[in-house]
């Protein structure tokens, strides 16, 4: 896979409008079941990240990748920053700079393992890890970018039926119960444009 | 807000209402004098309610003490910002930073007392989580 300044910054943009553009989504979901400020916290974030263009694509891949996280860590607020804050900086220590296949998959299981971590929770709590997880797994198996498109859609709506253990929503015991975990659907709208962005490099 | 007395813990108290935080600063201050360091900080980045990394790491800096600071947190994200901060100090200092797992205006009330006597980092931590457990 090799990104140079413009695909990176068509990387950024991408990320940061599949957030915006969807917060009142984000937001409605975690009115549901949390405190209601996912969709506006993710969108200071990105906004922040979206600002710090275009200098910020000028940096080399995983210089790119920390800064985004710095960015999310110290603008979002709320859990959700430290979460996927902690995801971006570690993908950005793993990487090299034209990384293949292989370097990705095992990136992203060192950010998964770092964001389990800093959660202190596990796939099958209701959380960003239950996309993470799954798409992470058809990354490992060799699946294409419109397969890890489509696991990221469908894990997130898996996340519905489930009980949450962590998070603002696990306050609610059983009645987190129908409701998909706002978490899940920021990470698969973030999967879902990078892969989008990345469809003709992430194969070679 | 501060006050420096070197020896004793220092406490830091983070909630996502800036008002919940001042408030409960000013009852560890009347419950318990200036004998401790203290910080609080509450609000995201935007003066909305929530919790920011940059915030926190500046309370922290605020009531430094050599013996340690003992933070004191609401609910979810002043937690994990909380510990995403530690994380970010100088390493040396790393070690000398404890999250509480304590209610906010209570432990921050039991913690700043523990602390007020002289007692070391880990005593304060556990006596704020012990109350209530």
Redesign the interface.
């Known amino acids: 896979m090799s990104l140079d300044r413009v695909a990176r910054e068509r990387l950024v943009r991408a990320l940061a409008g599949a957030v915006i553009e969807h917060a009142d989504e984000l937001t409605s979901l975690d009115q549901a079941i949390g405190d209601g400020d996912h969709g506006l916290n993710m969108k200071r974030g990105f906004e922040a990240v979206l600002a710090a263009l275009p200098g910020l694509a000028d940096k080399p891949l995983p210089e790119m990748l920390k800064a985004i996280g710095m960015t999310l860590v110290m603008k979002v607020g709320g859990a959700s920053g430290p979460l996927v804050g902690t995801f971006f900086m570690e993908l950005g220590k793993a990487l090299p700079e034209q990384p293949s296949r292989a370097d990705l998959v095992a990136a992203t299981e060192r950010a998964i393992e770092a964001v389990k971590a800093r959660g202190r929770s596990e796939a099958g709590q209701k959380t960003l890890l239950d996309v993470l997880v799954p798409v992470h797994a058809i990354l490992a198996g060799g699946g294409d970018a419109k397969a890890i498109a489509i696991e990221a859609v469908q894990a997130a709506d898996r996340t519905t039926p489930m009980l949450a253990i962590r998070g603002r929503a696990s306050f609610l015991g059983e009645r987190s119960i129908g409701h998909m975990d706002p978490g899940s659907r920021s990470a698969s709208l973030l999967i879902s444009a990078a892969v989008e962005t990345l469809e003709f490099e992430v194969n070679t | 807000m501060s006050s420096l007395r070197p020896g004793n813990v220092g406490i830091v108290i983070v909630s996502h209402s800036p008002k919940i935080a001042e408030g409960a600063a000013d009852m560890v201050r009347q419950m318990v004098g200036d004998a401790v360091p203290l910080a609080w900080t509450g609000g995201?980045?935007?003066g909305?309610?929530?919790?920011?990394?940059?915030g926190i790491l500046e309370a922290i800096e605020t009531a430094w003490s050599p013996a340690g600071v003992a933070i004191l947190v609401d609910?979810?994200?002043a937690?994990?910002?909380s510990?995403?901060a530690v994380e970010m100090l100088p390493e040396d200092r790393r070690a000398r930073v404890l999250v509480c797992n304590a209610p906010v205006v209570e432990g921050a009330v039991i913690a700043a007392t523990e602390s007020s006597g002289g007692s070391p980092l880990a005593a304060v931590k556990r006596s704020a989580e012990e109350f209530y457990a």
């Open positions: 995201d980045v935007d909305g309610l929530g919790t920011n990394v940059a609910l979810g994200g937690e994990t910002n510990e995403m």
